[in-house]
């Protein structure tokens, strides 16, 4: 019996394409799911260090507190959170630290205000903190991507612990720290900016 040598049949053709449909629709899956698991590790990794970066600052900014307050806007849900570092004689406001959640952007802003802040800075910190809208941000932008904030003072222990919920395309991330101040705690607040 003679064998045809000359080429390849129809049905060979047909198998070497399926074949080679086969395997290149299982290298395209592995390559997109390949993709889409580094896009979520690369938005876990950012998320994770928004959320490092910020609490660090956070708990920064309070040790050397010898006042804070925490007041919370029910309507917008915006926070403020005072921490006032007092003179020598406790009598006065040195230097007031501003942390301002605002719920609607997800932003958390700093502010810094002294005795030599002019009336002018001071009025458009207090513009800005009352949820008003200026060409000039005076505050710095400490945090994004915030789902929730929230801050818990505890007077007698000279402890403050924070809580954050960050929201980056669907991952969130809780975060949650605590301080010991280092200065003793003083009830008094004479505040540079109080716009509630």
């Known amino acids: 019996m003679k064998r045809n040598t000359k080429g390849i049949t129809i049905i060979e053709l047909m198998l070497g394409v399926v074949l080679f449909s086969i395997v290149a629709l299982a290298v395209t899956y592995f390559i997109f799911t390949g993709t ?21 600052q956070l708990l920064t900014i309070t040790m ?3 006042n804070l307050e925490k007041k919370e806007d029910i309507v917008t849900g915006d926070i403020r959170f005072y921490v006032m570092d007092m003179d020598k004689n406790f009598a006065s ?14 932003k958390l802003y700093y502010y810094e205000v002294d005795a030599t802040a002019s009336s002018a800075d001071i009025a458009q910190i207090s513009m800005e903190l009352s949820g008003g809208t200026s060409n000039i941000i005076a505050g710095q932008l400490l945090g994004e991507y915030l789902k929730d904030f929230d801050v818990d003072i505890d007077t007698h222990l000279h402890n403050v612990e924070f809580e954050l919920l ?11 720290d605590s301080i010991t101040l280092r200065n003793q705690y003083v009830e008094r607040k004479d505040a540079f900016i109080d716009p509630m």
């Open 36 to 56: 889409k698991i580094c896009r979520e590790a690369e938005t876990a990794i950012h998320v994770q260090e928004e959320s490092q970066i910020v609490m660090n």
């Open 64 to 66: 050397e507190a010898d």
């Open 166 to 176: 960050f929201d980056l395309n669907g991952k969130e991330m809780k975060s949650k």
């Open 93 to 106: 406001t040195k230097t007031e630290k501003i942390l301002y959640y605002q719920k609607s952007s997800g």
